[in-house]
């Protein structure tokens, strides 16, 4: 059989197993409603919308899981709309609580409805993209390793690092061990400038890391490799120092780790895949929590024996579903975006200080509606595409879905000292918190490194020798 024909033949099958996982998830509901529920739970259209969002996440998870197209940056999706939105969601609404105290002015019927309904469109619309993306040969062909210059990059890293640490200590060492809320409040008004640098000087750290541990993987020498390892390790140590749970968002730490985890383990096998489901679920269960506690205040030990950490999960903390709900009524209420926030997001790079009317994104527009004094509130991908483009934002669903499978692609392939591998990266190890939003935000994250990355990856490529 040729080359061509095995590809068609895959290609059917992804295209097979797609269906089949949107009618498992449907006959599941089906079956869960009639024979468990009696019919009682899941009677309300909102349930069942809900809930078929749920299954199809569910049973896609499983999918990525088990296919070698699939990675992890797809399963990262599947899993924050599952169990990060979804299924929270349908817990609380099926016992009647409302645990979120900004959503009791919008809450409703109709509006439950409509949330749900897009959360279930979506979900098909994502999922297609992603099995669309998965098609081709399971092992593409090696890409030509273009590599960087041990002897270019050394002298750049290390003057880069010790950078890094001046600008820490113009800072102020006692960052480290101050709460980030205290940061945001005294920093901001007090150091003026310096909180702003505050912010950026860690993905200075992590992008010349990012670059060390990429040598170190793949330099031909092993004197080189050794070399860069441990520059590597000695990086990403004093990453950790300064960007821990007490200063730093919890999205920005776990994507660190997941980066760099994913340049040296792709994770492309299916147990690898299977353990690290497991690790998001137990760490959303254990970890994440205990981050929150953690970055709130100075008391850490005393706010964890007094209960907070239970409070995490009371509280509804997963708030997925309620930006979403959010963003649904802000659109029926005060019109749609027209494209406008994709636009802010692509632009995301541009500091304020150069274009003072920057818009806020999308989170920060409906906290300040709300009268929250949280600003940096969610807004999952499918939130963002209702803002914009109201149920045809399904199309622009379709397309993410579409991106994430290609990233898997590129992790999968042969690492090269490209933008684009390193952008996978990047974007793959952040994937959990890209689909939380608010886009915006994140995006100015990932802008930033990547620019840094470019100028490192530039100044370090080996240069070719023109034949005589």
């Not at 024979?35 to 049973?59: R, S």
């Not at 990059?153 to 960052?175: H, K």
């Amino acid at each position: 059989m040729s080359d061509k024909a095995v590809v068609a033949a895959q290609n059917r099958r992804i295209l097979f197993s797609f269906v089949f996982t949107a009618a498992l998830a449907a006959g599941s509901l089906v079956l869960l409603n009639r024979t468990l529920l009696n019919g009682v739970l899941l009677q309300d259209v909102h349930y069942l919308y809900l809930g078929g969002a749920f299954m199809i996440n569910l049973f896609a998870i499983y999918y990525y899981i088990v296919h070698p197209n699939a990675g992890f940056a797809s399963i990262q999706v599947s899993y924050y709309f599952a169990f990060g939105a979804l299924f929270p969601a349908l817990v609380y609404t099926s016992i009647g609580l409302y645990p979120w105290p900004i959503a009791y002015q919008v809450v409703s019927q109709e509006l439950l409805r409509k949330t749900s309904f897009m959360c279930l469109v979506f979900s098909l619309f994502l999922h297609a993209g992603i099995f669309y993306g998965m098609r081709g040969k399971y092992l593409p062909p090696a890409r030509r390793t273009a590599g960087l210059s041990a002897k270019l990059a050394l002298p750049v890293l290390l003057a880069g690092y010790f950078f890094t640490l001046l600008l820490y200590a113009w800072i102020g060492l006692d960052i480290i061990t101050t709460p980030r809320i205290q940061i945001e409040h005294t920093l901001s008004d007090a150091g003026g400038p310096r909180f702003a640098i505050f912010k950026r000087v860690s993905l200075l750290l992590f992008a010349l890391s990012l670059v060390a541990g990429f040598i170190a993987r793949n330099d031909p020498h092993p004197k080189n490799r050794r070399i860069f390892l441990w520059l590597f390790v000695v990086m990403a140590a004093t990453l950790f120092v300064f960007v821990n749970p007490v200063n730093s968002a919890r999205w920005r730490l776990i994507g660190f780790v997941a980066s760099f985890i994913l340049l040296f383990v792709p994770l492309n096998s299916t147990a690898a895949k299977f353990w690290t489901f497991w690790a998001m679920f137990a760490g959303s269960i254990l970890l994440y929590p205990l981050l929150s506690v953690f970055s709130r205040t100075s008391r850490q030990w005393d706010r964890i024996s007094s209960g907070a950490w239970q409070e995490f999960f009371a509280a509804g903390d997963f708030d997925g579903y309620q930006s979403m709900m959010h963003g649904v009524y802000w659109a029926q209420e005060f019109g749609l975006y027209l494209g406008s926030g994709l636009v802010n997001s692509a632009l995301s790079f541009i500091p304020r200080q150069i274009w003072p009317d920057k818009p806020v994104h999308s989170g920060q527009i409906v906290s300040e509606w709300l009268g929250s004094a949280n600003t940096n509130l969610s807004m999952p991908l499918f939130g963002e595409a209702y803002l914009n483009f109201h149920l045809f934002g399904a199309l622009l669903i379709f397309i993410a879905g579409f991106a994430v499978a290609r990233i898997d692609k590129l992790l999968r392939s042969e690492p090269s000292a490209t933008l684009s591998y390193f952008a996978a990266l990047v974007v793959g190890g952040s994937m959990l918190f890209i689909t939380r939003g608010a886009l915006q935000a994140v995006t100015e994250f990932v802008w930033q490194i990547m620019i840094l990355i470019a100028l490192t990856v530039w100044i370090c490529r080996k240069k070719r020798t023109r034949a005589v």
